[in-house]
């Protein structure tokens, strides 16, 4: 099962994409997509329910977060009212140990996305605040890199032993797809995904042309 | 971030700072959609039973003024990051529109490039008999480590 753990909808103040733009997107372009997580901004979107749009679709579609902290950017995964309580989504310098023992605590998880990027992603800031404990999965691809932002990534998950998925970081319709996560086995909701991150079936694969 | 985005919020936002009325023609409709490369008639032919203006057309107006008196920051201390138009109703040939303005939003998030502090500008277009016809976002973004480190660099 395929899907594309990081995108954003027009939920998030630079999102363009509207979820139903990005399944019919998916449906007519063939994307070997089974369904993608939004991971909006600064924000849990809590009232938004693709449900139907899963029927109508066959996708999987579930939603996430996008935090920031100290060391760039973070994928939740698995949010829920008491992680809602235990972070201020719309910090931009969260605590990042603190963002993944309270995701931890939550039966959430922690993702640092982008990891390559400059400034907010957590490669460059290893150098001057360390390694952060408790990190077990980064995003290794990122459709979104540049250069050898996405390299740089892979070296530090091999370096600390880090598992990678991948995720588009679409903001417009066509980025959807662009990187995904391989998964062995089915996912059908979020508790799923968050267990399936907890184990090692599954890995960043990449469509970029 | 030096700046208390909190209290920026609460002293500035959703409060009306300007009005302008604009007549709409249909010779200015059909250069806007000719300059867009509009094809379709009922944007480039006025004797067409559905002549109105593109979906984007309000995006092309600004008020009296762009920030309001007063506002800690101006319009040429950050750039252009975009416009979003929502359409609400036809705007056609013959119309006058009220433009109000305000600021919508404002909040921080950090990029390749650091901080950057955004503002909200939103537009709320309704033609002669108050009827709704667009309301344009316009954010304005500011990079505050460039800002910073120019300051603390001695320039301005």
Not at chain 1, 60 to 81: A, M, P, R, W
Request: include cysteine; charge should be negative; charged fraction near 25%.
């Amino acid at each position: 099962m395929i899907l594309d753990l990081h995108s954003h909808s027009i939920r998030s103040d630079d999102g363009r994409a509207k979820v139903e733009n990005y399944c019919q997107w998916i449906r007519k372009r063939e994307l070997p997509l089974d369904g993608f997580v939004l991971t909006e901004h600064r924000q849990w979107d809590a009232k938004s329910d693709y449900r139907k749009l899963e029927d109508e679709t066959g996708l999987c579609i579930l939603k996430g977060s996008e935090v920031e902290t100290e060391y760039g950017h973070v994928l939740l995964f698995g949010v829920n009212d008491d992680l809602v309580a235990a972070l201020d989504f719309s910090r931009l310098d969260l605590p990042l140990h603190e963002v993944v023992a309270a995701a931890d605590r939550c039966g959430a998880i922690a993702v640092p996305c982008h990891p390559g990027r400059v400034t907010v992603g957590m490669c460059a800031h290893y150098g001057t605040l360390g390694p952060c404990e408790g990190v077990q999965v980064i995003e290794t691809l990122n459709g979104g890199s540049r250069g050898t932002e996405n390299e740089e990534a892979i070296a530090l998950a091999e370096q600390y032993g880090y598992r990678g998925v991948g995720g588009s970081d679409a903001h417009i319709v066509s980025f959807i797809g662009r990187c995904a996560t391989k998964f062995e086995r089915e996912i059908r909701d979020i508790g799923d995904l968050v267990s399936e991150l907890r184990g090692d079936a599954y890995e960043a694969v990449s469509f970029k042309e | 971030m030096d700046i208390d985005v909190n209290q920026l919020k609460e002293d500035w936002c959703g409060r009306q700072f300007d009005e302008v009325q604009i007549p709409v023609a249909a010779k200015e409709i059909v250069e806007f959609a000719q300059a867009c490369g509009e094809t379709a008639a009922r944007f480039t032919d006025p004797s067409d039973p559905d002549f109105q203006a593109p979906p984007s057309y309000t995006s092309r107006f600004h008020g009296g003024r762009a920030m309001p008196k007063d506002f800690p920051i101006q319009s040429h201390q950050g750039f252009d990051a975009g416009k979003c138009v929502h359409v609400n109703g036809p705007l056609r040939a013959g119309d006058t529109v009220t433009a109000r303005s305000e600021i919508h939003d404002i909040y921080t998030k950090t990029g390749r490039s650091g901080n950057m502090l955004f503002i909200v500008h939103r537009m709320t277009f309704t033609n002669q008999n108050e009827e709704p016809i667009s309301v344009v976002d316009w954010r304005l973004v500011q990079n505050q480590v460039s800002r910073k480190s120019k300051r603390e660099a001695g320039q301005s």
